[in-house]
């Protein structure tokens, strides 16, 4: 039983606080809804590996990470904010993901591109434990590589530009690297679930702490313990996981904005706030 259990709960974790860590970054670029646009490219791209015969699973990260990288480009060229580039993945991707699904053989509704939109927590070994591990690796390098430029994009794009930042590169980098995350955890934990860990912590966090660097590192804590304590409810009450986490990450959120700071003082005045955080 706990050979089951434990790479479970590490893989719980550690999406937890990828998703919640990222998921700050989401909700400040106002990119919610790359949860369900990625998660739909890689449901169209499993079920397209259906047709040709090919994996699933390969071709469903496969086609998600197609469509990450290519979020930056399409943004920049039709000049649209990412938020409605975003709005048009998603139900192209449904829609080339039903149509592929019409030509598999054999009835739909148990196919295995369907169980991509809510995964199987319990079916992670420990080698996606250690996949997992490897994201957290990179996501902290790049983010701790790039510390300024990225602070900088998140508080204020105009004038980050104005002080001779490239914002662009890096605003490509944050869509493959959210992207990515989703592409690779989404087999492991659903689409459902890996979009409410993006939003929930995040939302939570934002509603604890003004400073962008405190906000994210509090997400990626708030993520893991949503899914620890997530985790720990199912297991008590035999619900299911994904439901379970999706619903204490809610009280968790409903709580910060019980206890909010910001519901007691006023909000730091934003240009000076963004003047002080691109300095450092």
Not at 135 to 158: I, Q
Request: proline share 6%.
């Amino acid at each position: 039983m706990w050979a089951i259990l434990l790479p479970s709960l590490a893989a719980s974790l550690l999406v937890g606080f990828l998703c919640g860590l990222w998921g700050a970054v989401v909700v400040r670029l106002q990119l919610s809804a790359v949860g369900f646009a990625m998660a739909h490219a890689a449901f169209a791209g499993a079920a397209l590996g259906l047709v040709l015969g090919l994996s699933p699973v390969a071709l469903s990260v496969a086609f998600a990470l197609l469509v990450a990288g290519i979020l930056g480009p399409i943004t920049e060229t039709t000049r649209l904010p990412p938020e409605v580039v975003l709005g048009v993945v998603f139900p192209v991707t449904m829609a080339l993901g039903f149509v592929f699904l019409s030509l598999v053989p054999g009835p739909a509704l148990g196919s295995p591109a369907l169980s991509l939109l809510w995964g199987s927590v319990l079916g992670v070994g420990w080698r996606d434990v250690s996949l997992l591990g490897g994201v957290l690796g990179l996501s902290a390098g790049f983010l701790l590589l790039f510390r300024r430029e990225v602070l900088s994009l998140l508080l204020d794009r105009a004038l980050a530009e104005e002080a001779g930042i490239p914002t662009r590169p890096y605003l490509w980098a944050v869509l493959f690297a959210v992207g990515t995350l989703v592409a690779i955890a989404l087999r492991l934990v659903g689409g459902i679930l890996i979009y409410s860990l993006l939003l929930l912590p995040a939302a939570a966090a934002t509603q604890l702490a003004y400073d962008m660097k405190k906000i994210m590192g509090l997400a990626g804590l708030i993520g893991a313990g949503a899914a620890g304590m997530g985790f720990g409810t199912s297991w008590a009450l035999d619900l299911p996981l994904g439901a379970a986490i999706s619903l204490v990450g809610a009280t968790i959120l409903a709580l910060a904005v019980l206890f909010s700071p910001k519901r007691r003082r006023p909000r730091p005045e934003g240009p000076r706030l963004a003047s002080r955080n691109l300095g450092r």
